[in-house]
């Protein structure tokens, strides 16, 4: 049975409790994670998963690639002289970021679509596979660490992996919540992530799509001409049209939809449950 059939009244009574927050990047999903007590919510960051577990390796084998053109630090590295290693945590995702990169011209950081597809699709793959571990880490935190309840803070690009079983694993496990953001919220949203940029999967279909589209625009020829941070700052408008219909459509299918604009009157455990149940009804 699926998570979303509970009454209002059985997820109250519910003495282990599991949810998964689901929403674009940038919409509260950490941030009202880290107002649950930490002594009875077990936090399970999918993106941190992604990168100490499934990215770790690629993730260090790019920052080697750089660190080996410089003739000084790669003279270390060759004799072990230094080690290399990446501090990415739950609020600390640079380092992701920075693997996944973004099309454009090599001289300015940039990657060509080939490079850029390989690493979207090592993305993807961890993405699956850390939520497929979900079910394994709710057992973990019950059973070796004492935590009665779990929150799966979940990434943005949850909507987009199109793989059977996931969602449905998910929402058998999990209560899956949409963080709905209202039009001035997504307003914010994007503007703070064109300011910092987050790790970010894009379809294979909707690149094909929009590239075109971006180099007509500007008057290029070919995407070794693009500016990558540039690119980022036309696309990502358009990622999250993309992605709000696939949100709403998991929420209807899966889950219940709470409005993320009241997130900062949400302060504890309580209010938390008590939001959740007024949902279920």
Excluded at 3 to 10: D, F, P, T
Excluded at 20 to 30: D, E, F
Excluded at 65 to 90: G, Q, W
Aim: charged fraction near 25%; aromatic fraction near 10%; proline fraction near 6%.
């Amino acid at each position: 049975m699926y998570q979303k059939n509970l009454s209002g009244s059985a997820f109250w009574r519910s003495p282990n409790k599991a949810v998964t927050l689901l929403g674009m990047s940038g919409a509260g999903k950490t941030s009202l994670a880290s107002r649950l007590s930490p002594r009875t919510w077990f936090h399970y960051s999918g993106d941190y998963r992604i990168g100490t577990r499934y990215l770790d390796e690629p993730i260090l084998d790019n920052v080697k690639r750089e660190a080996m053109k410089s003739p000084f630090l790669a003279d270390l590295l060759r004799t072990d002289s230094i080690y290399l290693c990446h501090n990415i945590t739950v609020d600390n995702l640079r380092p992701m970021s920075a693997f996944l990169g973004m099309i454009g011209d090599p001289a300015l950081g940039g990657l060509s679509v080939e490079e850029f597809k390989r690493r979207q699709a090592l993305h993807r793959d961890a993405e699956i596979r850390a939520m497929l571990d979900v079910r394994d880490f709710i057992g973990k935190a019950r059973e070796i660490y004492g935590y009665p309840h779990f929150i799966n803070d979940a990434g943005g690009s949850l909507c987009e992996l199109d793989e059977p079983g996931v969602l449905e694993q998910l929402a058998e496990d999990t209560l899956i919540v949409y963080l709905k953001p209202s039009e001035a919220m997504l307003e914010r949203i994007i503007e703070r992530s064109m300011a910092d940029p987050k790790p970010m999967y894009y379809q294979s279909d909707f690149l094909d799509r929009v590239l075109p589209l971006y180099l007509a625009e500007v008057g290029m020829s070919r995407p070794e001409e693009i500016v990558p941070n540039d690119l980022f700052r036309w696309i990502f408008p358009k990622l999250v049209d993309h992605r709000l219909p696939r949100y709403e459509a998991i929420a209807e299918e899966y889950g219940i939809v709470l409005p993320a604009d009241r997130i900062d009157d949400i302060h504890g455990e309580s209010e938390f449950i008590e939001w959740i149940c007024e949902a279920l009804g």
